[in-house]
Structure formats: structure tokens, C-alpha cells
């Protein structure tokens, strides 16, 4: 499942972003990716991708590595609310935490501590199911 949004089934303001280097990149529905500012390049979301380093997008749909274009909706600032996987069971304590992105851009490391520097993309503002379903709502810190 990745990053989901809650609003809506489908994904609104669907854009084809083009991987003008050409570099190889798989992708999976809901991962996170990001243009590289130095090259351009399309890349995936890791742990040390910052609020302020390049404009994040959750991919629409699966990809093959050999792809130059992806199906992209940008995640802003907006308040959108996702349904994101997460690294460890979910926890009601880690509401209000910031979370890191996991290597891949797939899910959220949710260890229980608050990341307060620019690599806490996302806040947890609720649980989904059962904590052995790792499952939370989160939107952008």
C-alpha cells in the first residue's frame, strides 16, 4: 500500500513526470520519489531525503525500470492525509511524532522518537487497525 491518500480512492492532479536523464528507476504504486536538484534524476525517497532538498511525489502507478515517464501526484504541504505503511507495529503514543522516510521511499521509520531536524517528512496523526498491521495516518510535517 505504501503512501495512500485517505480523501479519496483515486489519485487527483495525476501529472507524467519524464526522467530526463534516462537513469533506471523501479517503482511501486504509493512509493515516494524525488528529482535530484544536482542532476535530475528521478530517485527514490531514503532516510536522508530533507524537507527542503527536492519536491517529493507518490507514483500513481507500477513502473518498470526502463521507464522515462511516471505518473506522479506532488505532495505538498496541504494537509492531504495518507495512509502510510510503517516500519514497526503502530502506536496512538507516536501521534504528533515526526517520522523519517524508510530507504526505498515505501514506509515510515516509526521508532517511538520524535525527528526533529529536516529529515521528519511526516507527522503520525493516527493509527489504522491493528498495531500488528502497521498502518497510520500521517501528512507532511
Same mark, same amino acid.
Not at 13 to 23: F, Q, R, Y
Not at 89 to 94: D, M, P, Q, V
Not at 114 to 127: E, L, R, Y
Given at each position: *500500500?505504501?503512501?495512500?491518500?485517505? #480523501?479519496? =480512492?483515486?489519485f487527483k492532479? +495525476?501529472? %507524467? $513526470?519524464?526522467?530526463? =536523464?534516462? #537513469?533506471a528507476l523501479s517503482v511501486t504504486? !504509493?512509493?515516494l520519489i524525488k528529482a535530484n536538484l544536482s542532476?535530475? %534524476? $528521478?530517485? &527514490?525517497?531514503?532516510?536522508?531525503? =530533507?524537507?527542503?532538498?527536492?519536491?517529493?511525489? +507518490?507514483?500513481? @502507478?507500477a513502473s518498470v525500470a526502463a521507464s522515462a515517464t511516471f505518473d506522479v501526484v506532488p505532495v505538498g504541504k496541504d494537509a492531504s492525509v495518507f495512509i502510510v505503511d510503517t516500519a514497526n507495529?503502530?502506536?496512538?503514543?507516536?501521534n504528533g511524532q515526526r517520522m523519517i522516510i524508510t530507504a526505498g521511499g515505501l514506509t515510515l521509520t516509526n521508532t517511538g522518537t520524535?525527528? &526533529?531536524? &529536516? @529529515?521528519? *517528512?511526516? %507527522?503520525?496523526? !493516527?493509527?489504522v487497525g491493528a498495531a500488528a498491521d502497521k498502518k497510520i495516518l500521517a501528512v507532511r510535517a
Open positions: *500500500m505504501a503512501f495512500t491518500p485517505l #480523501s479519496s =480512492t483515486t492532479n +495525476v501529472v %507524467a $513526470l519524464t526522467n530526463n =536523464t534516462g #537513469s504504486a !504509493g512509493q542532476t535530475g %534524476a $528521478l530517485e &527514490s525517497c531514503t532516510t536522508t531525503t =530533507t524537507q527542503n532538498e527536492a519536491v517529493f511525489r +507518490v507514483v500513481n @502507478t507495529n503502530s502506536n496512538a503514543a507516536h520524535d525527528v &526533529s531536524g &529536516s @529529515t521528519g *517528512m511526516f %507527522a503520525q496523526i !493516527g493509527v
